[in-house]
C-alpha cells in the first residue's frame, strides 16, 4: 500500500487577501504551493465551524460540505502515483457510464478494468494531454488514435471505445494476464515481450501498481 499522502491546508483568509478579488489568480497560487507537477488527483475545498476555508488533499471530516477539484496524476510520472494513497482515492463509478459499458461489452473487456485505466490515466478528465502528448480519458498517443481509428481522442466516446479496444488487444496478445496487459498498455507490448514482464521502468511498475488497487476497488464497488 503506498504511504498516505501528508495533506497540506491553506487558510484562504490569511494565505491570499492580496489574490481575494480573483478567484483564477488565488486558485491558480494555490494549486502551485498544493501541486507542485500535480502531485495529487483531488484537492477538497470546505469550510470548517469558524468560517475559514480549507484547501486539503484529504477528504474534509464529516458534516462539512465540500467541492473536489479533479486534477489528473499522469502516468508519465511515477512520483506522482507513489505520493498518492491510491486506497483512498474516491472512485467515480458513473461518469461515462453508457460509453464504458458499451465499449466494454464490444471488446469484451472487465467494466472495473477499463474504469481503473481512465481513472489512473486521466482522472476522468476528457481534455487531459500528458506532457508526452498522449490524450483524453484513457491518454492515447496521436499515433495510436490513428491506428486505433479514433478522429477526436478528445471525444470521449470515441476516445473510450479506441482505448478500450487497445487494451483488449493487449489482454490478448498477453492471454489475459491483468499485470502484463497493464504494462504492455503504458510501455508497449515490445517491452513486456523484450523483459519477459513488466519492464524495469519506474513509471510502468507504478503504473501496474495502480492499475491493480483501482481495479479491484472498482470491481468491490460494482462499477
Known amino acids: 500500500m503506498a504511504k498516505p499522502q501528508r495533506s497540506r491546508h491553506f487558510d484562504e483568509r490569511v494565505f491570499c487577501a492580496r489574490y481575494a478579488r480573483s ?11 498544493l501541486l507542485p507537477n500535480l502531485l495529487a488527483a483531488q484537492i477538497y475545498k470546505y469550510t470548517d465551524e469558524d468560517g475559514i ?21 499522469y502516468a508519465s510520472d ?6 498518492v494513497n491510491w486506497e483512498q482515492v ?13 465499449a466494454a461489452a464490444e471488446h469484451a473487456v472487465d ?32 499515433a495510436t488514435a490513428r491506428e486505433l481509428d479514433v478522429a477526436d481522442a478528445f471525444d470521449p466516446e470515441s476516445n473510450i471505445w479506441g482505448g478500450t479496444r487497445y487494451l483488449a488487444a493487449m489482454l ?6 491483468i499485470t502484463l496487459a497493464s504494462a504492455a498498455y503504458n510501455a508497449g507490448p515490445g517491452a513486456v515481450q523484450r523483459y519477459g514482464g513488466v519492464p524495469p521502468y519506474a513509471e510502468t511498475k507504478e503504473y501496474v501498481r495502480r ?3 483501482l481495479h479491484r476497488r472498482y470491481r468491490e464497488a460494482g462499477a
Open 111 to 142: 467494466a472495473a478494468l477499463v474504469r481503473a485505466v481512465i481513472h489512473a490515466e486521466s482522472a476522468y478528465q476528457a481534455d487531459a494531454k500528458s506532457p508526452k502528448g498522449a490524450q483524453g480519458l484513457m491518454q492515447l498517443m496521436p
Open 90 to 102: 474516491p472512485l467515480n463509478t458513473t461518469a461515462w457510464r453508457d460509453s464504458i459499458e458499451q
Open 23 to 33: 478567484r483564477p489568480l488565488f486558485l491558480l497560487m494555490v494549486l502551485a504551493c
Open 53 to 73: 476555508v480549507h484547501y486539503t488533499s484529504e477528504r474534509p471530516p464529516e458534516g462539512h460540505s465540500f467541492k473536489r477539484f479533479n486534477f489528473p496524476c
Open 172 to 177: 490478448d496478445l498477453f492471454d489475459g494476464d
Open 211 to 213: 492499475i491493480r488497487i
Open 78 to 83: 511515477p512520483n506522482c502515483g507513489r505520493q
